[in-house]
């Protein structure tokens, strides 16, 4: 039995699974979730589908990434979460989506309800 970890290909899957996310290129990406990818696909750093989408502002692919399991409060490796991530970028449309998806805003380090008192924004 072989210890090597993922293949070459495997890897590669993931990367351009990440740039999808991250592209808002959601009826592919979901496709591939569809088919077998796991909607809480984690990068090096802790970041989720989930997470890069809503960092970019891809509200319609965080939601369709929610309705297939993805974690919406679900924290990176610096205990942000994708709600913290949107309010910091100013993705009015993401951070909707993802209150509206029950995303807490007292999760994570720094909260999103903190990032917004810090950023003169609001929760709504």
């Known amino acids: 039995m072989s210890d090597a ?16 996310a991250r592209e808002g290129a959601g009826e592919r990406l979901l496709a591939y979730v569809d088919a077998g990818v796991p909607a809480d696909l984690t990068d090096a750093s802790g970041n989720t589908l989930l997470m890069l989408a809503a ?4 509200a319609a692919v965080v939601a369709g990434l929610a309705e297939r399991g993805a ?16 309010v910091f970028k100013g993705e009015d449309d993401v951070v909707a989506a ?26 709504a």
């Open 5 to 20: 970890g993922p293949s070459p290909e495997l890897v590669e899957l993931a990367h351009q699974m990440f740039d999808l």
């Open 55 to 58: 960092y970019h502002g891809h």
């Open 71 to 86: 974690e919406v409060d679900r924290t990176n490796d610096r205990g942000q979460t994708p709600l913290a991530g949107a």
């Open 98 to 123: 993802l209150l509206a998806l029950g995303a807490d805003p007292d999760a994570g380090q720094p909260t999103a309800r903190a990032t917004a008192e810090m950023f003169g924004r609001t929760l």
